[in-house]
Every structure is written in structure tokens, then in C-alpha cells.
């Protein structure tokens, strides 16, 4: 049982526009979420994070976006860059718990 | 300051044999947390070390084990190996206390392959 869903395995945007990357969840009783970025031969670094009391945060050309009622958050990148290209893990925490979903592979074309 | 390092970062093994895989946390840092990641897959959260405790386990057979010293350092180990096993294992640590998850830093990882 799935509980952190990204539906999209990969994602073409060009340079210089927005990247949205896009996560589901099904437990309720998750208190943050939280985006990591990884790229090849390296760990997931984090990215950003939000509280489930939140609907919105933002750090620099990151904001995540946070709908409880529908279950959903999205990352949104603007303006996208080279550099961004990496594989995007959404992630859900609850007691201590981190749980990733299967990630979404971003690649901005110059 | 260095941050969190696995080792061995790669290495190969025969089905049915054991493994042992060892974490250092980021200085500072009290739990460690193992995943496994296969290929195309996100990371599958393992189980969690803090004071020398697994304090939290998630969906893996009791072949896959661990301990934490009281340096935090960490071992993870996995008996009779099965060729599904293989994947690359990621070593987190970060603050008990900490809620928001800003302070889980990944390690590199350790891959191993089951043949």
C-alpha cells in the first residue's frame, strides 16, 4: 500500500520556465511533508518542507503548496534551471517516520 | 564537519550469505534511520536507531537487523541474503526532537548486489 503517490515518473520543462512536480498522499496522520532532490551517485538532499497546519511555503524559487482536503502537494520551481535536473522525492513524515514516494525525474532543457 | 558517510559504498555477495553495513551519523545528530532503494523506486524507509534502540521498523523480514552505538554511529545487517535484496541502502541521521525533518541529512549510500 502506496501511502506517498507522485503519478508523474518524469518531467521535460524548459529553461526559465515553472516546473510543478506533483505528490498524493492517503494517511491523514502525517504532520510534515517534505521534498528531497537526488541526484545520481549521491544521497536525497533536502529541499524544502511543510507543516500539515500550513498551506504554503516558500524558499526561493521553491514553494510548496500544501490542499489537505484533496490529499495533495506540489512543488513548484520558478524559474527552472539547468541545475534542477535531478530525480524529486516527495516525502511524508508521521511518529518519526519518513515515508518517500517514488520520485519524479526532472530534466530543464537549455 | 563531515556529514554523514556509509561504507562499504559498493559490494557484491552471494545469495544466502550475510551482510553488515555501517553508518556514521552527522556530528551532532542522535538517530539514524536505514532505507532501501531499488531501482526506479523512491527509498523504502528500513527501521530507526535512537539510543541504542530501534524506536520505529517499517514492512522488512527480521533477516534485516541493526544496531546503534553509543558513539550513534550504526550497522545494519542482513542474513541469507536473497538476490531481491539487492539495491543500494541509504543511511539517514538527524535530531530526535527535530519535527520539521529540515535536519535529515542522507548519506551516499552503500550498493550492493546479490548474485
Known amino acids: 500500500d502506496q501511502q506517498v503517490k507522485q503519478n508523474s515518473p518524469s518531467l521535460s520543462v524548459q529553461e526559465g520556465r515553472i516546473s510543478i512536480l506533483n505528490c498524493d498522499y492517503t494517511n491523514s496522520m502525517f504532520d510534515y511533508f517534505l521534498w528531497y532532490k537526488k541526484y545520481p551517485a549521491e544521497g536525497p538532499t533536502f529541499l524544502i518542507s511543510i507543516s500539515s497546519i500550513k498551506d504554503k511555503n516558500e524558499d526561493g524559487r521553491f514553494t510548496v503548496f500544501l490542499n489537505k482536503s484533496a490529499k495533495h502537494l506540489s512543488l513548484h520551481i520558478v524559474p527552472s534551471q539547468p541545475g534542477d535536473s535531478a530525480v524529486y522525492f516527495c516525502a511524508a513524515r508521521a511518529y518519526d517516520k519518513v515515508i518517500f514516494g517514488p520520485g519524479t525525474s526532472l530534466s530543464v532543457i537549455p | 564537519d563531515a556529514g554523514v558517510t556509509q561504507s562499504p559504498t559498493h559490494l557484491i555477495k552471494t545469495r544466502g550469505q550475510q551482510v553488515t553495513l555501517r553508518c556514521s551519523p552527522k556530528s551532532g545528530h542522535d538517530t539514524v534511520s536505514w532505507y532501501q532503494q531499488a531501482l526506479g523506486q523512491g527509498p523504502q524507509f528500513i527501521f530507526q536507531y535512537y539510543e541504542e534502540e530501534e524506536r520505529q521498523r517499517g514492512n522488512f523480514p527480521d533477516r534485516f537487523s541493526g544496531h546503534q552505538f553509543p558513539n550513534y554511529s550504526s550497522e545494519l545487517n542482513v542474513n541469507a541474503l536473497l538476490l531481491g535484496d539487492s539495491a543500494l541502502y541509504l543511511c539517514?541521521?538527524?535530531?530526535?526532537?527535530?519535527?520539521?525533518?529540515?535536519?535529515?541529512?542522507f548519506g551516499e549510500g552503500s550498493w550492493l548486489t546479490v548474485v
Open positions: 539517514a541521521s538527524s535530531l530526535f526532537l527535530d519535527r520539521a525533518g529540515n535536519t535529515i541529512y
